[in-house]
């Protein structure tokens, strides 16, 4: 009995599999979705309310499981994710893969059940489209694996706004694209000075594939174009004024950030990469920002202090 | 010392597991509960 026992591997902890949900990632999914869901015109009861919101942090923890179940090998090859429980040799791949596919269907049902089956199909929709059609199909293939992939984790605001509404209207579909156009320059301000540990595992990022020069005028590109579209919400009437110069301000901050990374040349080797640390850091804060003014301005609004 | 010890390391994670599923449990009926309070008003 004790020769058996002393081969065997000891089983995952329960904070490997909190871990596996990728929390921090979860706490902006979270705060996306709230914001959706409280920006919304018609109230939801705050049980169910709280209920849509376990929901989404469930689903979303569910896909990042099976995004570390795919990419246990990659994650291992790098220095930011080799410590994760999958590639330290803390969980073995199965038990990631069934508590992926555990947490992701019982989101969706316990969203279609106690919530509505059309917010259900959105959050289902943004499970397979994080877990299979970004990690398992566009990540390994193509270097607009951002582009494409930032679709996942714009769906928050869409399935909030629709679990208190029950229906789709422009206005989540507008919070939906300004996550999706955020996504590119976030990730590739990041992917700028993690250069070296995607090259290393074949991961073809935009640095990586199309070089630094390329990557520095798409961010730029990408946070032209979130200025107007930011303030979108406010030019169609679905937001007040404090939402607009709000989201005014932080985009024009967001674009000179941009710029600085954008005009910058190639950096050298030995280069601390500051302001492409700087504008990683800011979109972080932006996204909270601009989505805590929505909600703000909305509040305002209901109260009859601001038109 | 007790860390060292395979078996009692087994048993200890799996006992932390056991607890941490059983608070689950308890939030997940209590939800239910809320839901259907919260449904039918």
Known sequence: ?307 | MSNLDPEAERKRIIRSRNRVFAVLLIGFTILVFAISLAKMS
């Open chain 1, 1 to 307: 009995m004790t020769t058996t026992t002393a081969f065997q591997p000891l089983p995952a902890e329960w904070r490997d599999f909190f871990a596996l949900t990728k929390p921090r990632v979860m706490s902006l999914v979270i705060f996306t979705g709230l914001c959706g869901l409280l920006a919304a015109p018609e109230a939801i009861h705050p049980i169910l309310g709280f209920t849509a919101i376990l929901c989404i942090a469930l689903g979303a923890g569910g896909a990042a499981a099976l995004n570390q179940w795919w990419e246990a090998d990659l994650d291992a090859g790098m220095k930011r994710t080799a410590g994760r429980p999958l590639p330290a040799g803390r969980m073995d791949r199965t038990s990631a893969r069934d508590f992926g596919i555990g947490l992701s269907v019982a989101s969706v049902l316990l969203m279609g059940l106690a919530i509505g089956w059309l917010a259900a199909a959105i959050l289902a929709l943004s499970i397979v489209y994080y877990a299979v059609i970004y990690t398992i199909w566009l990540k390994p293939r193509t270097p607009q694996n951002i582009v494409i992939g930032g679709g996942a984790g714009a769906f928050p605001p869409l399935i909030g706004w629709v679990a208190a509404t029950g229906h789709i209207t422009a206005m989540p579909v507008i919070l939906f694209a300004i996550i999706f156009f955020w996504t590119p320059p976030h990730f590739w301000a990041l992917a700028l000075f993690v250069k070296t540990d995607y090259a290393k595992v074949g991961i073809p990022m935009m640095p990586v594939v199309a070089g630094e020069t390329s990557t520095r005028r798409q961010i730029l590109f990408y946070a032209v174009l979130l200025l107007p579209l930011s303030a979108l919400p406010w030019f169609i009437g679905g937001t007040g004024a404090v939402y607009g110069i709000a989201a005014l301000i932080l985009s024009v901050i967001f674009l000179l950030l941009s710029l600085r990374v954008g005009l910058r040349r190639t950096a050298a080797e030995g280069d601390a990469m500051k302001p492409e640390k700087q504008l990683f850091a800011y979109s972080v804060l932006y996204l909270f920002a601009l989505f805590a003014a929505l909600v703000a301005d909305h509040w305002l609004v209901v109260q009859g202090i601001a038109a």
